[in-house]
Nanobody
């Protein structure tokens, strides 16, 4: 089992920045690729970003490419999502998730989510 707890959400004005943290506990964090997803009201959950084990590879949804950056610190068992140039359409509940295989579609563990609201 891997337990994931997100933090760092909040209210920010358009054009602003926010950093989300996801702290992991349980099984060895470094063994897992990590991802961030989001779900806006009335919409399906969508992929945002992912990072491989050891952070060698990352990839992003087109909608956030160039604005968001995912990173990890295996010593702290934490994955981050730095969000810049935020837009109202970035408003959503953001979830982190752990995947035993980078690039695999199905994620194994999920956090409870943290709300991000971007005002115009």
């Amino acid at each position: 089992q891997v337990q994931l707890v997100e933090s760092g959400g909040g209210l920010v004005q358009a054009g602003g920045s926010l950093t989300l943290d996801c702290a992991a506990s349980g099984r060895t964090f470094s063994n897992y690729a990590m991802g961030w997803f989001r779900q806006a009201p009335g919409k399906e959950r969508e992929f945002v970003a992912a990072i491989s084990q050891r952070g060698y590879s990352t990839y992003y949804a087109d909608s956030v490419k160039g604005r968001f950056a995912i990173s990890r610190d295996d010593a702290l068992n934490t994955v981050y999502l730095q969000m810049n140039s935020l837009k109202p359409e970035d408003t959503a509940v953001y979830y982190c998730a752990a995947n035993r295989a980078f690039g695999r579609a199905e994620y194994d563990y999920w956090g409870q989510g943290t709300q991000v609201t971007v005002s115009s």
